[in-house]
Structures are given as structure tokens and as C-alpha cells.
């Protein structure tokens, strides 16, 4: 059996434990955080994972480590040199980050041939995709080797050519949220409405075909050159971007919305884990269909 050393204990970290679990892994899992036992059974029951009080401990017999740590470059920088300095030699070393370049992270580090970003959807047991992304010295088999270790999960590894700042996923949620936040500051829609509009239209079109299918089917038979010509030809006007010194006006709207606290928290996430599997679900058994045709 492998072991996975899961790096942090968040929202992420907790949700991997429960992916590498689930797929037969041995899960050891090390966070600072005093109520890590507590969080951990109240998040993963009963399954039989183990709990280390250091990093170093916690990797030392690892084939793979998936950390997720705060989003703070020095901290990841220190985190990971731990890491390289304690874990077998063969382990690849894979980050979370939102965002930080693979580069960043590894720089100075022995192993850096062995780091890479593995960047998961919130909540990465359910959401699919993982961004692999390579800094400049991250070796070939080193990414070869994670693209099989996410397939085996069930995941769909995505590589990047080369990194850069927020990656493909988050650099596209940044625009749109940008505007998103902008059109609330604006007065034009509330939270509640804007999320109708992604669920009803951008978001379900999305989960199928994404924005260049998308795009190449919204010309009809002509494909995207003709939607470029038509009604691309008129969507010539500025995008917005919003004011950060009132970022707590969209805050507050959001929070009226949806309601704070663990209590409202757990029963979204709940509703939103079932939904998800569901439209999950609806797709692999169209895909399987498909396959067989
Ligand atoms: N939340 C998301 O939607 C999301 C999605 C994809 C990727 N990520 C990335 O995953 C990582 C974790 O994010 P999160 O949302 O789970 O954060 P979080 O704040 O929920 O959890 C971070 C955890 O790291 C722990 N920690 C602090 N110092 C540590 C150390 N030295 N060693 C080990 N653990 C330490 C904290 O105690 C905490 O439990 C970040 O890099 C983030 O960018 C987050």
C-alpha cells in the first residue's frame, strides 16, 4: 500500500485525507493546529488515518505529499524544505497553492526537481481536475508520476506547459469574480441573483462544453467564426473592476445571503456535495454511454 503525508489540515488538506483514504491509500496527516484531532474525526469518522506531530515525521515514510498549508510563500518555502529534507528521496512533493509559482516554493531546495503545484477544485475529494504545474526544474517524470498517482484517484490531471501566477483555473475565476464583484458594488444584480444567472446558464453550459466548444457550437453550424463575426462583434464594451477599499459592501450582501458560522456552513457544503455528485453522476453515466456507442 502508498502513503500519502497530508501537509495541513484546512479545508483542502482534510478533503484529500478523505480522496487518498477512499482509493486505498495509508494517510498520514500533520497540522500545528490543537484541535487537529477533533477536526479530523468530526471531518473523516471513523476511517483509520494517522496523526503526526511534525512535519518531518509525518513524510519520513511517505511516497507522496500533498501539502496544504497557509497561502504565504515563506511559510511554504520552510515547509517544503522540511519536507525534502525528511522525506524518502523517490517522494514527489506536491503543493495545493492557489496561486504561487512552483518555482517560489522550491527555490534553494535540493528536491526541487521533485516539487510541483497540484492544484485541486475545492472540495478536491469531489471536484475532478488537478493542475499540474511544473517549475523550471521540476523533472519530466516527476510530473509523469503525479499525472498516474491523481488518475488513480479518479481525478483528471490537466499538465501546464510552464507555471505562471493563479495557473488556468484561477486565473479565469479572477476575472470573473472581478467582474462579479463589480456588478454587486454596482447595484446591477445581489449575490443571490449573480449566482442564479452562473448556475443557470454559464456554469451548467460549462460543466459540458466549456467556453471554447462553447463558443464554436454558439455559431451553429458556421462555428466560432461566425459567432465572432456576429455577436462577438458587438461585446466591444469595458469590463469592470472593483473598488477593494468596498469590498466589505459585497462581503456583508454575501453573508446575508447565505448565512455564517459552522452550523450554515456544514448544511451548504453538505447540499453542495450532493448536488455536485449528482451532476457528476448524470455525466459519467452519458460518458459511458457514449464509450460503448
Ligand atoms: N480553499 C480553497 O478553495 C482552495 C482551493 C484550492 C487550493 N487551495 C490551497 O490549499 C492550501 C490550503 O488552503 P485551505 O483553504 O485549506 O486553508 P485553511 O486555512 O483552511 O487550512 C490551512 C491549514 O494549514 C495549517 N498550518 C498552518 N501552519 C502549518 C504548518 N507549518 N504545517 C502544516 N500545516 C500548517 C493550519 O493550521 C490550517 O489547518 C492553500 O495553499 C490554498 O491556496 C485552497
Redesign the pocket.
Known sequence: MSTVAI???????LSWAELFHDHGWDVVI????TDLADVVGASLGERDIRLSGS?EDAVAHADFVQE????RIE??R??FAAIAEAAPASAILA??????LPSAIAEGNAAADRVLIG????P?ALMPLVELVPGPETSAATMDIAFDVYSSLDHTPVRLKREIRGFVGNRLQKALNDEAYYLVQQGIVDPAGLDTVMKNSLGLRWATVGPFEGGHLGGGPDGIRHLAANVGSQMTFPLGSPDRSRMDVVFDQVETAYGTGPEAYRVRAQRRDRLTRRILDAVAVQQKSEAKR
Not at 30 to 33: G, V
Not at 95 to 100: P, R, T
Open positions: 501537509i495541513g489540515a484546512g479545508v483542502i488538506g500533520s497540522d500545528p493546529r512535519v496544504n498549508g497557509p497561502e511559510l511554504k520552510e515547509v503543493s495545493s497553492s492557489s496561486s504561487l492544484h485541486p477544485f475545492n478536491p
